[in-house]
């Protein structure tokens, strides 16, 4: 008896692992077929696609691709550029876009249901049909920065960092979150003499890590992922982020080999990202321990 | 320390009263309990008290101050809520600790509150441990260290023992009379469980829909409930409620009769009650005895054997059933033909609306 359910067990096993460990392949294989691929000259490259060769490190291997996308453009800058506007636009909407859904869920004030519900129907506004009334509001923006008073925000981090702050998606998220932790939490703490911002900083915040890693990557990949935008608001090399740095890469001659190393290496902040935050992410839902 | 004051309070959403002008006045130290039905306000009228409610009518005032617009952290109260509401990512320290962190209080003065609170509760080995580590006793004493520690005038407490088991229950019920011992605040309990409200208060206030139906020591309410509500829900098992006519009445006694009854003379003040009017009967089950008093004869229907004592269930002739407690020895069967009586004077009698008529 016992060894037959053992058997079974372990043939039900495999059987999982493998279906799992196909999935994985297939999530995988363009991933591998671009780094192996940012290794080839052009030529094998595209002989190699019509057979399993693709996926292999087989052949011509060199870094030449690399050493020529580098010459081809400021691949370090387009990167430090993307980590930047990225990297401060979310921790920044976490911020804002958190403290405005406890705003809309724990207090009570007038007007909070009406807007929030105008916030909600900006989902549906797709970005496109604003692109162009929001290019002509940026390029008229004041700012006071070294050098005074100055208007017009084109070409800057700025211009690709704050119309993306306020999120109606990350602040849906966070109001869906907030109205599902128990309200008597929220009491105890208003009870036992802690303001708003207490509560917002020592009971609320601490308690939404899975949340905050959810708007976190969704927030990380939009932003990375920015094309439109930037294309339109900055004409300058200096601020100018990965994806519109493709561009450099599709001039007339067209070469896979730096396409693939190009895209290699702007996909190493992703990675990071993504490691980095899973351990917190499962770090924050260990702590939490809500139970019953 | 501090009395409280509810003065004509009324809450209501929308168009919804949900607590009509309620009255209570609560001593300096006293364990008051709010007793009623589910829905019928208890929490609201607590949560107003705590400052999480606002108030739509009425005053409320704390130690002789009216704090109607004070924001909760200024009421010097403290609440423990009915899911004990500790915080999750916080040890059983910081959980304690909490109110004194907020007010900034320094480090020594602060952990030598927790840890008195702590001995007190005897949570002493669970204060480095996390609240899903705990059980649900434990929880619920780690919810009361963080009342204590602040020492509030008055404690809230919101059916703070429904959700554990009923020997716990029992355990924590004691605990809580002896904490109340030991600190002589101000303590407003609310629950549905009457036994809770029997043994834990110095005065008890029975509300329905939103209505004080009566305010009393224990004893009061159950040897005189004010009305049919308080009648029919304090007292376990229920008192036996019989329909009798009045058939006589002078000045300091009420003659009652009915098929089950036959006549009775009763000891009680008419007042507005005359001859003709349909009025109840009160009888507490524990009131009845074999062999004595005012006759209610019957047929045994069921028997519950307690060993203190002996429920019986009767059927009375006009097919009314009564529960009467026996002694715990009782040779009784179903199918047997019984009169247990009452005496008189400790009988209830309740006119047309069902108030209660006072004793003569
Ligand atoms: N936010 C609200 N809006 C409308 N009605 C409410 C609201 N909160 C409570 N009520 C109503 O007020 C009444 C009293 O509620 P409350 O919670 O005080 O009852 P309770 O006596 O504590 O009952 P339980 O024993 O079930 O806890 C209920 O009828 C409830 O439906
Ligand atoms: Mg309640």
């Known amino acids: 008896m016992a060894m037959i359910s053992g058997d079974t067990h372990r043939l039900r096993l495999i059987v999982r692992y493998t279906i799992l460990g196909l999935i994985a392949v297939m999530f995988v294989f363009p991933l591998v077929f671009m780094i192996v691929s940012s290794f080839k000259p052009d030529l094998q490259l595209l002989t190699d696609t019509g057979s399993l060769r693709a996926f292999l490190p087989v052949g011509d291997i060199s870094v030449n691709n690399y050493l020529a996308a580098f010459r081809r453009a400021p691949v370090g800058l387009f990167i430090f550029n993307s980590v930047v506007v990225t990297g401060v636009t979310v921790v920044l909407s976490l911020l804002v876009c958190s403290a405005a859904a406890f705003a809309f869920v724990f207090v009570e004030w007038r007007g909070r249901d009406l807007i929030l519900t105008i916030i909600l129907a900006t989902l549906i506004v797709p970005f496109e049909t604003i692109a162009i009334?929001?290019?002509?509001?940026?390029?008229?923006?004041?700012?006071?920065?070294?050098?005074?008073?100055?208007?017009?925000?084109?070409?800057?981090y700025r211009v690709q960092i704050v119309p993306f702050v306020a999120d109606g998606l990350a602040i849906f998220l966070f109001v869906q979150y907030f109205k599902d932790l128990p309200g008597e939490l929220i009491e105890a703490a208003r009870v036992e003499g802690a303001s708003w911002g207490q509560i917002y900083r020592k009971v609320v915040m601490p308690l939404a890590g899975p949340v905050l890693?959810?708007?976190a990557i969704l927030k990380f990949l939009a932003m990375y992922n920015q094309y439109l935008w930037p294309l339109m608001v900055v004409q300058e090399e200096t601020y100018r982020p990965v994806m519109v740095g493709l561009q450099y890469f599709f001039q007339l001659n067209r070469a896979w080999g730096e396409i693939m190393a190009y895209l290699s290496l702007i996909t190493v902040p992703v990675l990071v990202f993504y490691l980095v935050l899973q351990r917190a992410f499962i770090a924050s839902i260990a702590s939490t321990g809500v139970k019953g | 320390?501090?009395?409280?004051?509810?003065?004509?309070?009324?809450?209501?959403?929308?168009?919804?009263?949900?607590?009509?002008?309620?009255?209570?006045?609560?001593?300096?130290?006293?364990?008051?309990?709010?007793?009623?039905?589910?829905?019928?306000?208890?929490?609201?009228?607590?949560?107003?008290?705590?400052?999480?409610?606002?108030?739509?009518?009425?005053?409320?005032s704390i130690g002789g101050r009216v704090v109607n617009d004070v924001p909760p952290k200024d009421r010097r109260i403290a609440m423990v809520f009915q899911s004990y509401a500790i915080f999750p990512h916080m040890t059983v320290r910081e959980n304690v600790a909490f109110g004194l962190t907020i007010a900034k209080m320094p480090k020594k003065e602060k952990e030598a509150k927790v840890a008195e609170a702590a001995r007190i509760l005897q949570m002493e080995h669970l204060l480095d441990r996390r609240p899903s580590q705990l059980s649900g006793g434990q929880r619920q004493r780690v919810a009361i260290g963080r009342a204590i520690v602040r020492e509030p005038a008055v404690f809230l407490f919101d059916e703070p023992l429904s959700n554990l088991d009923a020997a716990l229950r029992v355990d924590m019920r004691m605990e809580l009379a002896k904490l109340h011992q030991d600190l002589k605040a101000t303590m407003i309990y609310v629950t549905h469980d009457q036994v809770e409200a029997m043994t834990l208060a110095d005065?008890?206030?029975?509300?329905?829909?939103?209505?004080?139906?009566?305010?009393?020591?224990?004893?009061?309410?159950?040897?005189?409930?004010?009305?049919?509500?308080?009648?029919?829900?304090?007292?376990?098992?229920?008192?036996?409620?019989?329909?009798?006519?009045?058939?006589?009445?002078?000045?300091?006694?009420?003659?009652?009769?009915?098929?089950?009854?036959?006549?009775?003379?009763?000891?009680?003040?008419?007042g507005a009650v005359v001859v003709g009017d349909q009025v109840t009967l009160g009888v507490r089950p524990h009131m009845l005895g074999l062999g004595a008093g005012t006759r209610l004869p019957g047929a045994v229907q069921l028997v519950e054997r307690l060993g203190n004592e002996t429920i019986a269930m009767l059927r009375l002739?006009?097919?009314?059933?009564?529960?009467?407690?026996?002694?715990?020895?009782?040779?009784?069967?179903?199918?047997?033909?019984?009169?247990?009586?009452?005496?008189?004077t400790a009988a209830a009698l309740f006119d047309t609306a069902g108030i209660a008529l006072t004793r003569a």
């Open chain 1, 133 to 156: 009334p929001l290019l002509l509001l940026a390029s008229k923006l004041p700012w006071i920065g070294a050098e005074g008073l100055t208007f017009g925000w084109l070409n800057s």
């Open chain 1, 213 to 215: 890693a959810t708007v």
């Open chain 2, 1 to 60: 320390m501090a009395n409280v004051a509810l003065t004509g309070l009324k809450k209501s959403y929308g168009p919804v009263d949900v607590i009509k002008g309620v009255d209570i006045a609560i001593e300096d130290g006293e364990f008051v309990v709010f007793v009623g039905p589910s829905g019928c306000g208890k929490s609201t009228l607590l949560r107003m008290i705590a400052g999480l409610e606002d108030i739509s009518g009425g005053t409320l």
């Open chain 2, 203 to 270: 005065k008890i206030v029975v509300l329905n829909a939103g209505v004080v139906q009566q305010v009393g020591t224990p004893l009061e309410l159950y040897h005189s409930p004010a009305n049919l509500f308080v009648a029919g829900f304090i007292g376990s098992p229920k008192m036996n409620l019989l329909p009798v006519t009045v058939e006589g009445v002078t000045s300091s006694s009420v003659t009652v009769g009915s098929p089950d009854l036959g006549v009775a003379m009763l000891p009680f003040r008419p």
């Open chain 2, 317 to 344: 002739k006009s097919g009314q059933e009564i529960t009467a407690a026996l002694g715990g020895d009782q040779p009784i069967r179903v199918g047997d033909r019984i009169d247990p009586g009452f005496a008189p």
